[in-house]
C-alpha cells in the first residue's frame, strides 16, 4: 500500500474516533446545529428589516452569507480539536502508534466535514421556513452545496495549521476571530457592497468569502436584478472560488503536515 493509501486509511479511523467523541459529549453537536439557526433568526428577522436589497429580498439575499459566514466559523473547529489534542497528550498516544503522520490531520479535517454538512442542512430547512427559496435548478443547487463544503474543507486545513501553531483552545479561538471577522463582515454576505468606501469595497470583491457567497447566489438563483459588481472575482465567482481552494490547499496542507512533524518530534 502506498504512503497516501496509509494516509486516507489511518485517516478513515481518525475520523472515526472523532465522530464517536459526539456520543460522549452530545452537547457540542447540540451547539453546532443551533448556532445557524439563531443566525438565520437573527439577520432574518433584526437586520432584515432595516436592510433593504434592491431588485429582491433580502432573506433569500441573506442565505447564502450565512452559508458562507457558518461554515468558515465552523473551520474553527478543525484548529480547536487539534490544540486540544495536543494539550491533553492524544498527539504524543497517536505519535506512538505505526500510522501515517498526516493521518491525525487528514482525519481531523474530513470528520468536520460531517458537521458542516449537518450545520448546512439545519441552515436550509430554517432558511426555507423564513421564506428562502431555490429558484435554480436541481444540479445547480447540489453545486452550490458542494463548493460550500469544498471551500470549507480548504478552510479548516488554514485553521488546522493555526492550531497546531497555539498552546491552547483558548488562543485559537481569540486568534481565529481576529481572521474571520474581518473576512465575514467586510464581504457581501450580509449588505449590497457597492454601498462601501472604495478601499472596503475593493477588498469585500477580492475577498473569497464574498466569492464563495455570491457563487452560491448565483447556483441557488437568488440573485434577483441586483447589480453586480464589474470586478473580475464577482463576474466569475464559482471560478474564483475554486481558485482560492486550489491556492489554500496547495498552501496549507504540506505547512499543516510539516508543523504536526515538527510539533510531534519536540
Known amino acids: 500500500m502506498s504512503s497516501l493509501a496509509y494516509a486516507f486509511a489511518d485517516g478513515a479511523v481518525v475520523a472515526k474516533r472523532n465522530l464517536i467523541k ?6 457540542v453537536l447540540i451547539f453546532v446545529l443551533i448556532s445557524p439557526i439563531m443566525f438565520v433568526l437573527l439577520f432574518s428577522y433584526v437586520f432584515g428589516a432595516s436592510i433593504e436589497i434592491p431588485g429582491m429580498n433580502y432573506r433569500e439575499y441573506l442565505i447564502a452569507g450565512i452559508f458562507a459566514q457558518t461554515v468558515v466559523f465552523g473551520a474553527t473547529f478543525t484548529g480547536a480539536g487539534l490544540a486540544e489534542d495536543m494539550q491533553k497528550g492524544i498527539i504524543d498516544r497517536f505519535r506512538s502508534l505505526p500510522m501515517s503522520r498526516s493521518a491525525v490531520l487528514v482525519g481531523r479535517t474530513a470528520s468536520d466535514i460531517v458537521y458542516n454538512v449537518l450545520s448546512i442542512a439545519i441552515m436550509s430547512l430554517t432558511g426555507l421556513l423564513v421564506g428562502w427559496r431555490i429558484r435554480g435548478s436541481a444540479l445547480d443547487a447540489i453545486a452550490g452545496y458542494l463548493l460550500l463544503l469544498l471551500f470549507a474543507y480548504a478552510f479548516s486545513w488554514v485553521m488546522g495549521f493555526v492550531g497546531l501553531l497555539v498552546p491552547s483552545v483558548e ?6 476571530f481576529l481572521v474571520i471577522m474581518p473576512l465575514t463582515f ?22 473569497p468569502v464574498s466569492a464563495v457567497t455570491q457563487a452560491s447566489r448565483e447556483l441557488f438563483g437568488n440573485t434577483g436584478t441586483l447589480p453586480i ?31 504536526y512533524k515538527l510539533s510531534t518530534t519536540k
Open 22 to 27: 459526539i456520543k460522549r459529549v452530545p452537547e
Open 171 to 176: 488562543v485559537i479561538n481569540n486568534a481565529s
Open 186 to 207: 467586510i464581504s457581501n454576505a450580509f449588505i449590497d457592497t457597492r454601498g462601501l468606501p472604495t478601499p472596503l469595497r475593493v477588498f469585500a470583491d477580492w475577498n
Open 229 to 259: 459588481s464589474e470586478a473580475w472575482s464577482m463576474q466569475n465567482p464559482v471560478r474564483y472560488t475554486l481558485l482560492w481552494i486550489g491556492i489554500i490547499l496547495m498552501i496549507f496542507v504540506p505547512l499543516s503536515v510539516r508543523q
